[in-house]
């Protein structure tokens, strides 16, 4: 069996989830923070990919990311190389599809916080920024959790996407959802049952541990 597909599935999440974790930390607390009219434009647009069928994301994150397309033609001029048909070009469709995963949890962990140490802080002389890194964010540790669970574990099962923006290069753009559809299209099921269970397995353990650790901290 190549176990090559889902090493790089496994590369693929494991730099979506860290990448979504940076990217969603600074837009979660605004979104638990902020009064702003913009606030229901930003969270569907955030939401969107949770409703939207993969392909058309794939289909407009390849239009946007191509050659021809506003991105795609800044990066071709600035490395020389395309953004479509490439790892890169995966992990930045993966951010945006994977993005309320790792949003959601944080904003349900912010919005949670009680505002009393935090005003205790700001009396206390910290900037708001010190009080967000010293106790926002070590209170939060459950959402942070559940988010880089969810956004690893969701970016590892793509398919839509990745196929539309990354096509089935090997050692570069077949990850292992990829890989089990080209088994199964050519009736190698053993090949395709073997990737699947190693995909369901890893799926199930990701999401057992969030549950079981939530538990622990609900005690």
């Not at 090949?191 to 190693?198: D, E, G, I, K, R």
Request: aromatic share 10%.
């Amino acid at each position: 069996m190549n176990l090559g597909p889902l090493w790089l599935s496994i590369q693929l999440a494991a730099t979506t989830m860290v990448l979504l974790l940076l990217i969603a930390t600074p837009l979660s607390w605004w979104l638990a923070q902020s009064r702003s009219r913009a606030k229901p434009l930003v969270q569907t647009v955030v939401a969107l990919p949770l409703v939207l069928p993969p392909t058309v994301l794939g289909f407009y994150l390849l239009i946007v990311l191509g050659p021809a397309g506003a991105i795609g033609r800044w990066w071709v001029e600035v490395t020389g190389s395309a953004l479509t048909f490439s790892f890169t070009g995966l992990v930045i469709a993966s951010c945006i599809y994977s993005l309320p995963f790792a949003v959601q949890p944080l904003v349900a962990a912010f919005e949670s916080l009680g505002k009393r140490d935090l005003e205790a802080a700001w009396t206390l002389g910290a900037t708001r920024r010190d009080a967000f890194f010293s106790i926002a964010i070590p209170q939060s540790i459950r959402g942070y959790f559940g988010a880089a669970i969810l956004s690893f574990a969701h970016t590892l099962g793509e398919f839509g996407v990745v196929l539309m923006v990354g096509g089935n290069i090997p050692g570069e753009t077949r990850v292992v959802s990829i890989a089990i559809y080209d088994h199964v299209e050519s009736l190698d099921y053993s090949q395709a049952h073997q990737l699947a269970a190693l995909l369901l397995v890893l799926a199930f353990l990701a999401l057992l541990a969030m549950f079981v650790v939530n538990r622990r901290w609900q005690r």
